[in-house]
Protein backbone atom coordinates (compact mmCIF):
# COMPACT_ATOMS: atom_id res chain seq x y z
CA UNK A 1 0.00 0.00 0.00
CA UNK A 2 3.02 2.13 0.75
CA UNK A 3 4.25 1.65 -2.76
CA UNK A 4 1.14 2.10 -4.40
CA UNK A 5 0.97 5.76 -2.35
CA UNK A 6 4.07 7.05 -3.52
CA UNK A 7 2.90 6.07 -7.36
CA UNK A 8 0.18 8.24 -6.93
CA UNK A 9 2.10 10.68 -5.57
CA UNK A 10 4.84 10.81 -8.39
CA UNK A 11 2.22 11.07 -11.12
CA UNK A 12 0.22 13.64 -9.56
CA UNK A 13 -2.70 12.48 -8.01
CA UNK A 14 -3.46 12.62 -4.11
CA UNK A 15 -6.54 10.20 -3.24
CA UNK A 16 -8.67 12.11 -0.94
CA UNK A 17 -11.20 9.04 0.04
CA UNK A 18 -12.52 7.05 -2.85
CA UNK A 19 -15.22 8.20 -4.87
CA UNK A 20 -16.64 7.13 -8.45
CA UNK A 21 -18.15 10.80 -9.46
CA UNK A 22 -19.36 13.68 -8.11
CA UNK A 23 -22.78 13.34 -6.41
CA UNK A 24 -24.77 14.31 -3.24
CA UNK A 25 -25.45 17.79 -5.66
CA UNK A 26 -27.25 20.15 -3.17
CA UNK A 27 -28.96 23.83 -4.27
CA UNK A 28 -27.64 25.84 -1.53
CA UNK A 29 -28.30 29.10 -2.96
CA UNK A 30 -30.92 30.37 -5.51
CA UNK A 31 -32.35 33.51 -7.36
CA UNK A 32 -34.81 32.46 -9.69
CA UNK A 33 -36.74 36.12 -10.98
CA UNK A 34 -40.32 35.78 -11.37
CA UNK A 35 -41.01 33.61 -8.42
CA UNK A 36 -43.47 35.04 -6.47
CA UNK A 37 -43.16 34.83 -3.05
CA UNK A 38 -45.72 31.85 -2.36
CA UNK A 39 -44.13 29.24 -4.38
CA UNK A 40 -43.02 26.05 -3.29
CA UNK A 41 -39.73 26.22 -1.10
CA UNK A 42 -36.43 23.86 -0.99
CA UNK A 43 -34.63 23.08 1.60
CA UNK A 44 -30.80 24.59 2.56
CA UNK A 45 -28.73 22.72 4.60
CA UNK A 46 -25.97 25.25 4.84
CA UNK A 47 -28.35 28.20 5.86
CA UNK A 48 -30.70 26.65 7.72
CA UNK A 49 -33.48 28.81 5.70
CA UNK A 50 -35.11 27.95 2.17
CA UNK A 51 -34.20 28.80 -1.15
CA UNK A 52 -36.96 29.35 -3.59
CA UNK A 53 -38.30 26.27 -6.10
CA UNK A 54 -41.06 26.83 -8.35
CA UNK A 55 -40.53 24.22 -10.21
CA UNK A 56 -37.67 26.19 -11.24
CA UNK A 57 -37.30 29.61 -13.03
CA UNK A 58 -39.58 30.86 -15.45
CA UNK A 59 -39.50 31.17 -18.82
CA UNK A 60 -37.13 33.30 -20.42
CA UNK A 61 -35.67 34.14 -17.50
CA UNK A 62 -31.75 34.01 -16.01
CA UNK A 63 -31.70 32.10 -12.82
CA UNK A 64 -28.37 31.75 -10.72
CA UNK A 65 -27.78 29.67 -8.20
CA UNK A 66 -24.64 28.03 -5.67
CA UNK A 67 -24.60 24.41 -6.01
CA UNK A 68 -22.54 22.23 -3.27
CA UNK A 69 -21.21 18.67 -4.85
CA UNK A 70 -20.39 16.04 -2.61
CA UNK A 71 -20.56 17.90 0.38
CA UNK A 72 -17.40 19.40 -0.44
CA UNK A 73 -16.97 21.80 -3.34
CA UNK A 74 -19.29 24.84 -3.22
CA UNK A 75 -19.48 26.65 -7.05
CA UNK A 76 -21.09 29.93 -6.60
CA UNK A 77 -23.18 31.88 -9.20
CA UNK A 78 -23.96 29.02 -11.44
CA UNK A 79 -26.08 30.48 -14.17
CA UNK A 80 -29.30 28.80 -16.08
CA UNK A 81 -30.20 30.60 -19.14
CA UNK A 82 -32.71 29.11 -21.92
CA UNK A 83 -32.64 25.45 -20.36
CA UNK A 84 -28.78 25.99 -20.67
CA UNK A 85 -26.59 25.52 -17.91
CA UNK A 86 -23.76 28.57 -17.53
CA UNK A 87 -20.38 27.93 -15.81
CA UNK A 88 -19.13 30.95 -13.81
CA UNK A 89 -16.23 32.71 -14.96
CA UNK A 90 -13.76 35.17 -13.57
CA UNK A 91 -13.18 38.92 -14.63
CA UNK A 92 -9.62 40.35 -13.81
CA UNK A 93 -8.83 43.59 -15.55
CA UNK A 94 -9.65 43.53 -19.23
CA UNK A 95 -10.05 39.90 -19.84
CA UNK A 96 -12.09 37.06 -18.73
CA UNK A 97 -10.97 33.43 -17.61
CA UNK A 98 -12.98 30.50 -17.87
CA UNK A 99 -11.56 29.01 -14.71
CA UNK A 100 -14.13 26.45 -13.56
CA UNK A 101 -15.27 23.92 -16.14
CA UNK A 102 -17.94 20.79 -16.61
CA UNK A 103 -15.80 17.39 -18.12
CA UNK A 104 -19.03 15.06 -18.26
CA UNK A 105 -22.22 15.11 -20.06
CA UNK A 106 -23.54 13.46 -16.76
CA UNK A 107 -23.10 16.12 -14.40
CA UNK A 108 -24.10 19.05 -16.80
CA UNK A 109 -27.29 16.29 -16.96
CA UNK A 110 -28.05 16.93 -13.23
CA UNK A 111 -27.59 20.14 -12.30
CA UNK A 112 -29.45 21.31 -15.41
CA UNK A 113 -32.21 18.98 -13.37
CA UNK A 114 -31.38 20.92 -10.48
CA UNK A 115 -32.32 24.06 -11.83
CA UNK A 116 -35.37 22.57 -13.69
CA UNK A 117 -36.76 21.33 -10.69
CA UNK A 118 -35.80 23.68 -8.53
CA UNK A 119 -34.06 21.46 -6.25
CA UNK A 120 -31.42 18.04 -6.71
CA UNK A 121 -33.18 15.39 -5.42
CA UNK A 122 -29.75 13.41 -4.85
CA UNK A 123 -28.93 14.47 -1.67
CA UNK A 124 -27.37 11.45 0.02
CA UNK A 125 -23.83 11.35 2.13
CA UNK A 126 -21.01 10.74 -0.02
CA UNK A 127 -17.30 10.36 -0.07
CA UNK A 128 -15.00 12.94 -1.18
CA UNK A 129 -13.97 13.52 -4.43
CA UNK A 130 -11.39 12.21 -5.77
CA UNK A 131 -8.32 15.20 -6.29
CA UNK A 132 -6.28 14.80 -9.66
CA UNK A 133 -3.89 17.83 -10.95
CA UNK A 134 -4.28 16.93 -14.72
CA UNK A 135 -1.99 19.49 -15.94
CA UNK A 136 0.95 22.26 -14.40
CA UNK A 137 1.19 25.43 -16.71
CA UNK A 138 4.57 27.88 -15.50
CA UNK A 139 3.60 31.83 -15.92
CA UNK A 140 6.04 34.52 -16.20
CA UNK A 141 4.39 36.29 -13.03
CA UNK A 142 6.72 36.40 -10.35
CA UNK A 143 3.88 35.94 -7.98
CA UNK A 144 1.55 33.54 -9.82
CA UNK A 145 4.78 31.41 -11.21
CA UNK A 146 2.10 28.91 -12.10
CA UNK A 147 -1.73 27.15 -12.83
CA UNK A 148 -2.66 24.18 -12.07
CA UNK A 149 -5.80 22.16 -13.85
CA UNK A 150 -7.31 20.07 -11.01
CA UNK A 151 -10.59 17.65 -11.85
CA UNK A 152 -12.45 16.15 -8.94
CA UNK A 153 -13.88 12.92 -9.91
CA UNK A 154 -12.96 13.10 -13.17
CA UNK A 155 -15.81 15.41 -13.62
CA UNK A 156 -15.69 19.00 -12.62
CA UNK A 157 -12.15 20.57 -13.62
CA UNK A 158 -10.99 24.18 -11.44
CA UNK A 159 -7.91 26.21 -12.04
CA UNK A 160 -6.02 27.19 -9.08
CA UNK A 161 -3.22 29.66 -9.00
CA UNK A 162 0.33 28.66 -7.70
CA UNK A 163 1.44 31.72 -5.74
CA UNK A 164 4.42 32.29 -4.04
CA UNK A 165 5.70 34.89 -1.50
CA UNK A 166 8.40 37.48 -1.27
CA UNK A 167 9.73 34.79 1.28
CA UNK A 168 9.40 32.12 -0.94
CA UNK A 169 5.91 30.34 0.40
CA UNK A 170 3.89 28.63 -2.01
CA UNK A 171 0.06 29.46 -1.65
CA UNK A 172 -3.03 27.96 -3.86
CA UNK A 173 -4.93 30.40 -5.00
CA UNK A 174 -8.83 30.18 -5.95
CA UNK A 175 -11.55 31.42 -8.22
CA UNK A 176 -13.49 33.59 -6.43
CA UNK A 177 -16.32 31.67 -7.28
CA UNK A 178 -15.57 28.45 -5.28
CA UNK A 179 -15.44 27.45 -2.12
CA UNK A 180 -14.47 24.73 0.42
CA UNK A 181 -15.37 24.71 3.40
CA UNK A 182 -13.57 21.74 5.08
CA UNK A 183 -10.39 22.27 6.20
CA UNK A 184 -8.92 18.56 5.64
CA UNK A 185 -10.31 18.60 2.23
CA UNK A 186 -8.81 22.28 1.24
CA UNK A 187 -5.46 20.74 2.76
CA UNK A 188 -5.42 17.88 0.35
CA UNK A 189 -6.18 20.02 -2.60
CA UNK A 190 -2.90 22.24 -1.76
CA UNK A 191 -1.08 19.14 -1.37
CA UNK A 192 -1.37 17.68 -4.02
CA UNK A 193 -1.34 20.68 -6.20
CA UNK A 194 2.00 22.26 -4.55
CA UNK A 195 3.55 18.26 -5.05
CA UNK A 196 2.58 18.67 -8.36
CA UNK A 197 4.70 22.08 -8.89
CA UNK A 198 7.48 20.58 -6.85
CA UNK A 199 7.70 17.59 -9.10
CA UNK A 200 7.35 19.57 -12.23
CA UNK A 201 10.10 22.30 -11.49
CA UNK A 202 12.23 19.77 -9.62
CA UNK A 203 12.48 22.34 -7.06
CA UNK A 204 10.32 21.19 -3.48
CA UNK A 205 10.92 24.30 -2.36
CA UNK A 206 8.81 26.22 1.20
CA UNK A 207 5.34 24.80 1.33
CA UNK A 208 2.86 26.91 3.34
CA UNK A 209 1.57 24.38 6.03
CA UNK A 210 -2.10 26.58 5.97
CA UNK A 211 -3.47 24.83 2.60
CA UNK A 212 -5.43 26.82 -0.18
CA UNK A 213 -6.58 30.11 0.25
CA UNK A 214 -8.74 32.45 -2.02
CA UNK A 215 -6.90 34.87 -3.95
CA UNK A 216 -7.49 38.66 -3.33
Known amino acids: MKNRNKVCAAAGIFMFLAAQALSALELTKADFPGNTADSPEAPSQSSGSAVPKAAGPQSGKTAKADITFSNALAVKNIAFKKNAVVMPVTEYKDRTYTDIKLL ?101 GKSSALGGRPLK
Open 104 to 204: TKNLYLKIQACFAKGECVSKTAAAAPVIKVEELKPLKSKTRIANAEVSFDGELKVTFGVIKSGSGDLWVAYPSNLEVKDAAFKRAIAKAVKEAYAEASGKP
